[in-house]
């Protein structure tokens, strides 16, 4: 899926690698914290919750800090060395924050009673949050000039993904529940890290807001679609 985001947005939409990193990241992002979870949970319980828990760990750990490279690369083609370019990736606070629970659950240890109520206050605020962080951000957005952009991203994310990974999950003859979680991973729409990237970098984040706020709106429709033929 990402060389054919990023054959279309170079070839089709004419972007630069940055923003090709950028929009390549909205095709392949899914938002599945906030989405994802309490879908799964709902259809398959803890099993598709572990399931998607994994999805979102790799996915995160290895797209995050790739993406940040490339559009580090993009940016500073002639005057960045390639440490400051490996920087710029690991010092993420996402790539920090995951590596550091990854290090955690290797030690075998309990997180301390007070650290654990604290953390579980954070996370029981965050989706909350996060649902008025979305809407100040649709109020305050600007549209393109040019749809051809965001609803290319769309299409995209909530079509051809969700196909494709549902062929490779059939190919690889991963068990019906697994299939399932994945595609249904797949069609949700892109997570919000997305244009928090395009905002810290400065890079195409007009365009993927507008294409965060389309795929958002018309995953109502697909989601729905997509769960019914799969659950």
């Not at 100040?136 to 040019?146: F, V, Y």
């Amino acid at each position: 899926m990402p060389p054919l985001a990023y054959v279309y947005a170079r070839r089709v939409l004419r972007l630069d690698l940055a923003e090709c990193a950028i929009f390549g990241m909205g095709v392949v992002y899914s938002n599945s914290s906030l989405i994802g979870v309490p879908i799964v949970n709902a259809l398959f319980g803890e099993r598709g919750v572990i399931l998607i828990t994994q999805i979102i760990a790799v996915h995160s750990l290895v797209l995050i800090p790739l993406a940040t490279t490339l559009v580090a690369i993009g940016m500073h083609r002639e005057r960045m060395r390639i440490r400051e370019i490996l920087a710029a990736a690991l010092t993420n606070p996402m790539t920090i924050a995951l590596v550091a629970g990854f290090a955690w659950r290797a030690t075998g240890l309990a997180l301390p009673q007070e650290v654990g109520q604290v953390a579980g206050m954070l996370a029981g605020a965050a989706s909350p949050m996060a649902l008025i962080a979305l809407g100040a951000l649709i109020a305050r957005l600007t549209w393109p000039d040019q749809f051809g952009a965001p609803i290319a991203s769309t299409v995209l994310k909530l079509v051809v993904h969700p196909l494709l990974i549902w062929l490779l999950a059939r190919v690889a003859g991963l068990p019906r529940e697994a299939v399932a979680v994945a595609t249904i991973t797949a069609a949700l729409p892109p997570g919000v890290n997305v244009y928090v990237m395009a905002a810290q970098f400065g890079r195409y984040a007009e365009e993927s807001t507008c294409a965060f706020a389309v795929a958002t709106t018309a995953s109502i429709v697909t989601v729905a679609v997509v769960v019914q033929a799969l659950a």
